[in-house]
């Protein structure tokens, strides 16, 4: 079928705890996305089966749409009437998702190129080792033994270079002996994309031991990186070799009309795409229970990371932990005893499906989402670098500069659009509250737009872009991204009530706005109108994009907050003095009308 | 009748229960088909390879890697006690000798004439596999061990560290909502499992620990007490190897919370009985609560129930709320009404009505309540 005769489309997302499913139909010349169904994920007992829930979400969808798209348990194509679909799409994380092991020569260069790799993929990197991690040999031996990763990606030297650290690591592996998750028979895929020079070695020495796939070195040079033939394979044997153990999988392999994705690879795929079409700067986040994942375009490179122990119900007590209990209270409007909030986020990991009820435990849940969102953004700009070791040539001009190779490339001035994913997010009572956690979080500067994806659909357009990029990217802007509107931040410092910004919008409607902002405010100004034109006047020292003091024109959004004019300055902090804090918090709260009083 | 699925813990006067008792890699099984077993009865056993170490024999030699052949004295495969030489130069002069011991005693897995690097292999491990529950084997599965079926009491705490233990059960306190204090461990306690009611706290558990206690269980801990026990923070719920000398098992949650007044009772009526129990928990994929066994009928039971978990809540069950503002309370399901109702925090959420102890009726989430099981 050629892509032009998509009109009805079925697509899935097989997440740990539920499968998903939408329809979308073509209603025009438009893709929309119509009716939706869930129903718990199938992969575990007592089922052992990921299509059960498949087919109870596709039927879900069903009753509600009333269209016929099941024959028995198979998905009838192509559409016609009132039946069937032209195509099934599906995306999987169920099952602890994609679990990897990379090693590289040197950490902080194929170590590092080898995880992003890896994360692009769309894996959970359990462990990166390196010949210089730290870690004496059998440590790493010992490491290597005790997980059990699905899959592992050995990296190591340029091409032509030196074969001797790359060669210890493959002798390292063959000695731990390491086990696949699945599937206790079969041999452990290890993928080589390091020194083309190392080939002979590595086959000699892992070609019996493990399922051993040779590709192109992922560093070929310290200037450059060769991420995609490492990634195909990696989908490749995910999809050979991982899908093939998992519960039902082989079965949901041959209903889907399009390669199944790792959810993350999933999004990753739809932040790309939105962000090559708009020509901007994007930060997309997802925050879940267990993990919170982290996609960036900038300049239109892509990073993706996933920080596998942030999360807002099972590992809820790890943020505290990570984060420290000192940054979570200085979140809260009110005096809360450190014993009565280590019992409740205990009592929250281990009966993670609990919601707050009152609304002190919501602002609980929000003060740790901001540290779960905070430091996983920090792992995430340590990780979204320029290559490190390139060699660079410095003029006397330099020498005042000090960059250093390995810069993060997250600059939050130059950061267009954020787009927040997972239930904390995308189901807070109050959308002011979506945005206010994020702008805590990122602390953005000058003019950023935000969105939240209220029923994560980015992976199903993700698989669906795949087919038909029209298809995804229509739904994203139509029925994907609740628009919230955008924050406006000043950089610079100065004295409470000092004048920092004079401002004026003009909505597409007609409808003009204009006021100004004083240091250590925070206005809300409801903006519905999608687009406007907004002129920024920083005051002296201020910069909103264009340098400090410099007038700025720019195109914003409104949405369902609006504007958020953030005031408070940037580098963000808030008091030390607890009184002053907590007068902060309240009157920022209540400027944004985030809470019932 | 409407009702709801919600998963809740089991506290089962008699249930008949299966345990799979298997080598993490192949192995050799020492119970046979239809064999009577005894906790502490070993079923299987593997040796688990030993640890590897590397010796770089060309730095320490000052030689290529690949001359590393003509100085090596031992060659793969071959056994070598610590501190035996495994590679040695043979210079003209005996003052420029130069040699280098096996840091372990094991067996040379390998020689590398491209990094130089020796690999030495310690000896074996044996890992072996007890039976944890009395009971009989009802399935061996070869290479790997067995499944051990039992009849008997099975009650799940919320949470739990430590491993699997064994002991006579000792009830330590007399209610469920007294809290169990130092004084209230006695040197008769050693090697038994002792229960208490609301509360352990650090200093309890800390002498529970000295006079040999095997474990404790009890309704609620503080966070604050487990962070000094351990000397870390846990951050995602998945316990049981911890090695604390001790296994303690939490029926309720974090806090002061008074076990429930079923679970204690039961376990009363068991008390003096030996009872195997196990602190792992996982609460992400396939979850693994904490346990208490306790072979056979209590007295008043006269017939074992399969364990078949109902999976739904309907009005008249006993539930447990598990989330502020009423954590830990206990009461009767009055009504499931369907539609989404706003709660305090302004969610929309599918609620129900639960009756109180004292007649008052009280609103709360469904996801914040769960079914006592029994």
Not at chain 1, 60 to 68: A, D, F, I, W
Not at chain 2, 137 to 153: M, N, Q, R, W
Not at chain 2, 225 to 235: K, S, T
Not at chain 2, 245 to 263: H, K, N, R, S
Request: proline share 5%; net charge neutral.
């Amino acid at each position: 079928m050629s892509k032009k005769d998509l009109e009805i489309i079925i697509a899935t997302d097989c997440g740990s705890t539920t499968t998903k499913a939408i329809l979308i139909e073509k209603k025009g010349d438009t893709y929309r996305q119509t009716f939706r169904g869930e129903a718990p994920t199938t992969v575990e007992a007592p089922f052992e089966d990921v299509t059960k829930g498949v087919l109870n979400s596709i039927t879900e969808v069903e009753e509600l749409s009333g269209r016929k798209i099941l024959d028995g348990e198979k998905i009838i194509t192509p559409n016609s009437g009132n039946t069937g679909a032209d195509i099934y799409v599906s995306t999987s994380s169920a099952g602890g998702g994609l679990q990897m092991m990379v090693a590289g020569a040197v950490k902080a260069m194929t170590g590092e190129s080898a995880q992003r790799c890896a994360l692009g993929a769309g894996a959970i990197v359990m462990d990166v080792l390196a010949s210089n991690d730290g870690r004496a040999d059998h440590e790493k031996i010992e490491r290597i033994r005790q997980l059990r990763p699905d899959m592992m990606l050995l990296s190591g030297g340029t091409d032509g270079g030196t074969i001797t650290h790359v060669v210890e690591l493959a002798q390292f592996l063959k000695a731990a002996d390491p086990k696949p998750r699945l599937g206790a028979a079969y041999k452990l895929p290890v993928i080589y994309a390091g020194n083309n020079k190392a080939h002979a070695q590595i086959k000699e020495i892992l070609g019996d031991r493990t399922a051993l796939i040779i590709t192109e070195n992922l560093r070929p040079t310290l200037e450059r990186e060769n991420l995609m033939p490492a990634r195909h394979k990696i989908h490749d044997i995910f999809l050979e070799h991982v899908m093939q153990q998992a519960p039902g999988y082989p079965r949901l392999m041959k209903m889907v009309g399009a390669p199944i994705m790792p959810t993350p690879a999933a999004v990753g795929t739809m932040t790309e795409k939105f962000a090559k079409a708009n020509n901007f700067n994007v930060l997309a986040v997802d925050i879940g229970g267990a993990t919170t994942d982290v996609f960036s375009v900038f300049s239109g490179v892509f990073n993706r990371t996933v920080s596998a122990n942030l999360g807002m119900s099972y590992s809820i007590s790890n943020v505290m932990a990570e984060a420290g209990l000192a940054n979570i209270l200085r979140w809260l409007p009110f005096d809360v005893e450190e014993q009565d909030l280590r019992n409740r986020l205990k009592n929250k990991m281990i009966r993670p499906t609990t919601i707050p009820q009152t609304v002190d435990d919501l602002q609980i849940e929000h003060a740790v989402a901001r540290e779960a969102l905070r430091l996983a953004f920090e792992q995430h700009k340590s990780l979204a670098v320029g290559l490190k070791g390139v060699q660079q040539e410095r003029s006397i001009s330099d020498a005042f500069e000090q960059t250093s190779s390995g810069a993060s490339l997250i600059n939050v001035m130059k950061l267009d659009y954020v787009i927040g994913s997972g239930g904390i997010l995308a189901h807070s009572p109050r959308r002011t509250q979506s945005m206010m956690m994020m702008i805590d979080a990122y602390q953005p500067e000058g003019i950023t737009r935000m969105a939240v994806d209220s029923i994560f659909m980015m992976p199903h357009l993700g698989v669906l872009a795949q087919i038909s990029e029209k298809a995804a990217l229509d739904v994203f802007y139509n029925d994907c991204l609740v628009r919230l509107g955008t924050c406006l931040a000043p950089k610079g410092m100065a004295k409470d009530g000092q004048l920092i910004l004079e401002w004026d919008a003009v909505g597409s409607d007609g409808k003009r706005q204009t006021g100004e902002l004083r240091f250590g405010d925070i206005l809300h100004v409801p903006m519905n109108s999608p687009k406007a034109r907004l002129v920024a006047k920083p005051a002296k020292g201020f910069d909103m994009g264009a340098g400090p003091g410099n007038r700025v024109d720019a195109e914003i959004e409104g949405g369902v907050v609006g504007l958020v004019l953030d005031g408070r300055g940037r580098p963000f902090a808030l008091s030390k003095e607890p009184g002053k804090r907590l007068d902060n918090l309240n009157k920022w709260y209540k400027a944004m009308g985030m809470y019932p009083v | 009748m409407a009702h709801a699925y919600t998963p809740g813990l089991k506290v089962m006067p008699c249930t008949r229960l299966t345990k799979k008792r298997l080598l993490p890699i192949p192995g050799k099984v020492m119970a046979a088909m239809d064999q009577q077993v005894d906790s502490l009865d070993i079923v299987a056993q593997t040796e688990l390879p030993g640890k590897v170490f590397s010796v770089n024999v060309a730095n320490r030699l000052s030689v290529g890697p690949a001359e590393i052949e003509a100085f090596m004295v031992k060659k793969e495969g071959d056994f070598v006690k610590k501190g035996e030489i495994i590679a040695e130069n043979k210079p003209f002069l005996k003052w420029f000798q130069n040699s280098v011991d096996s840091p372990v005693e094991g067996t040379v897995e390998t020689v590398s004439f491209v990094t130089g690097q020796v690999l030495l292999r310690e000896p074996p491990k044996i890992l072996p596999i007890k039976a944890y529950i009395k009971g009989k084997v009802v399935e061996v599965t070869p290479d790997f061990g067995v499944t051990v079926e039992a009849e008997g009491t099975f009650i799940q705490g919320i949470f739990g560290i430590g491993g699997e233990t064994n002991g006579e059960i000792a009830i330590a306190v007399g209610s469920p909502d007294e809290d169990l204090d130092p004084e209230d461990i006695k040197e008769n306690h050693k090697g038994k499992i002792v229960i208490g009611g609301k509360h352990a706290s650090l200093a309890t558990i800390k002498r529970a620990i000295e006079l040999g206690v095997h474990a404790i269980v009890v309704g609620g801990i503080h966070d604050r007490d487990l962070r000094q026990l351990l000397g870390y923070d846990i951050g995602v719920a998945v316990t049981g190897s911890e090695n604390i000398g001790i296994t303690i098992l939490v029926t309720e949650g974090f806090g002061l919370i008074p076990m429930a007044d079923y679970t204690f009772k039961l376990l009363s009526s068991r008390n003096g009985e030996v009872a195997s129990v196990s602190g792992a928990t996982q609460i992400r994929a396939g979850v693994m609560r904490p346990e208490i066994i306790i072979p056979g009928f209590p007295k008043n039971v006269t017939e074992c129930k399969r364990d078949q978990g109902r999976g739904w809540i309907e009005p008249g069950d006993p539930i447990r709320i598990i989330r502020e503002p009423h954590f830990g309370v206990i009461g009767i399901v009055k009504s499931l009404p369907p539609e989404l109702t706003v709660i305090g925090s302004e969610s929309h959420a599918r609620v129900l009505e639960v009756t109180l102890d004292g007649g008052e009726v009280i609103v709360v989430p469904r996801a914040n309540i769960e079914v006592l099981e029994k």
